[in-house]
C-alpha cells in the first residue's frame, strides 16, 4: 500500500499538489449546486438544513432540463430566496456558456436587489465558478463566459432579451394584491 508523504515533497512539489487539489475542489463545486452552497455559505457561518437540500435537488433538476418548471412554496424566512434567487443563478451561470437569465420581482427595487447579490456571489466566487462579471449594471449584466442577467419588476421592460431561465421571485406585492382581480 503506497501513501503520499507531503512532507517529503519539495516546495514545487507541494506547490503543484495544492494546485491540484485546488483545481479538484473547484471541479467539485461547480458540479454540484449543493457543494456550492456549502462553500458559499460556509463564511457566513451557515449550511444547507434539510429542507434546503430538497430545494438543492430541485433546482439541480432544472438546471439539467429534466424539470422544465418549478414553483417553490413555502413558508416565509425559510431561506427559499437565497437559494433560488442568489445561490442559483451564480452556479448556473458557470454551467452554461451563453446562459441568458431574466429575473422578475413585483418592484425594480426588489428585482435589482437580487441582482446585486448574484453580483456580490460572482465577484467572491468567481475563481471557484470560473468566470467572472464582464460589464454593465444592476439591471443587466454580462459574464465573460458569455452569459448574461436582467433584472425586472412586474411592468418593467425585458423586450427584445431573449432568456434561457426565467426566475420570478415574489411577484404580488401582498396577500390582498394577490387575490385582486
Not at 5 to 13: G, T
Not at 57 to 81: D, F, I, Q, Y
Not at 101 to 109: E, F, P, Q
Not at 149 to 155: I, K, P, Q
Request: hydrophobic share 40%; charged share 25%; aromatic share 6%.
Amino acid at each position: 500500500m503506497s501513501s503520499l508523504r507531503i512532507d517529503l515533497l519539495n516546495s514545487a512539489e507541494k506547490l503543484e499538489l495544492e494546485a491540484i487539489l485546488l483545481e479538484m475542489s473547484r471541479r467539485k463545486i461547480r458540479s454540484s449546486f449543493r457543494e456550492y452552497c456549502v462553500h458559499a455559505l460556509a463564511p457566513l457561518g451557515h449550511a444547507p438544513a434539510p429542507h434546503h437540500d430538497l430545494i438543492i435537488r430541485e433546482l439541480e433538476a432544472v438546471a439539467a432540463g429534466r424539470t422544465p418548471r418549478l414553483m417553490l412554496n413555502l413558508p416565509p424566512g425559510s431561506a427559499k430566496s437565497t437559494y433560488a434567487s442568489v445561490l442559483f443563478p451564480a452556479w448556473c451561470l458557470s454551467q452554461r456558456k451563453h446562459l441568458k437569465i431574466i429575473a422578475a420581482s413585483n418592484t425594480a427595487k426588489l428585482a435589482e436587489r437580487f441582482s446585486r447579490s448574484v453580483l456580490d456571489q460572482v465577484r467572491e466566487n468567481g475563481d471557484v465558478l470560473g468566470f467572472s462579471v464582464d460589464r454593465g449594471g444592476v439591471e443587466m449584466w454580462d459574464t465573460t463566459n458569455g452569459g448574461a442577467y436582467r433584472s425586472a419588476g412586474v411592468g418593467g421592460t425585458i423586450t427584445g432579451f431573449r432568456c434561457d431561465l426565467a426566475l420570478v421571485d415574489d411577484p404580488v406585492k401582498s396577500r390582498a394584491e394577490a387575490e385582486s382581480e
